[in-house]
Structure formats: C-alpha cells, structure tokens
C-alpha cells in the first residue's frame, strides 16, 4: 500500500510542474502566432519523444521549411518541453526506487525471525523474564 502511495504522490508532485505549452510563453510576449503554433507543436513533440504516453509528435514539416517563425517556435518547444518531461519521468523512477528499497528493507525485517521457534517461551510472563 505504501508504494502505491508513494508512487501515487511522486505523480501529483512531478505534474505539479507541467504547464501547458498555451501558458509556457507570457501572453503580454511579442510573438507571431505562427511562433505560437509551432511552439505548441514542438511542446507536444518534445514531450512524446522523452516518454509521455498523453503526447504525439506533432510537425508540420513543410510550414517548418518555409516559416521561419514557426522553425523557431517548434525549435525552442522541443527542447524545453522534452528537458521538462525527462525531468518529470527522472522524479517519478527516483520515487520507485525509493519505495521498492523501502519496501524491500521492510520485507528484510519482517523475515528475520521467521525461522526462530517460539514455541518454548510461549508461556512467559514479564515477570518471569525479571
């Protein structure tokens, strides 16, 4: 149950970081729209390419080779988008590895005394332990 939790809470804290590519860029910024809808694009590639399952690569190749503004935006999506999805997808193992060794140490314990018979001390009270 702990590492369900673990792994439940190392997902809302790496999505507390996610932003959609509509907010990455400041509204009062002063780009095209053609920057923005390559930059949207981009985001959505960057992030399928570092290991998003809700994201798909999204190019449009032949606006990339003629509009600069839309190259640029796409360009610099990428990049950032991937960077941020690889940085989510590095949180969310590093809490499986904790919780598995965790877990795994717990286990450990538990199995110390498993081959130890009690039977022989079954009847003890504290007092005759004094």
Known sequence: MRYF???AAAMVVAGCDIEPSETMIAP???????????FDDGCHSGRQ??????????????RFNSDRDY????????????????????????AQTISAINNSQ?????NVLSDV????V???TEADLQ
């Not at 390419?49 to 032949?62: E, T, W, Y």
């Not at 018979?117 to 022989?120: M, N, R, W």
């Open 49 to 62: 390419a570092a290991g998003s399952l809700f994201d798909q690569f999204r190019k449009d190749q032949v």
């Open 117 to 120: 018979d009690f039977s022989g």
């Open 122 to 124: 079954a009847g003890l």
């Open 28 to 38: 009062t910024s002063n780009v095209s729209a053609s920057y923005r809808s390559g």
């Open 5 to 7: 939790l673990s792994i």
């Open 71 to 94: 190259a640029q935006g796409w360009s610099d999506a990428f990049r950032q988008c991937e960077t941020q999805e690889e940085q989510q997808q590095r949180a969310i193992r590093s």
């Open 106 to 110: 717990q286990r450990r314990f538990d």
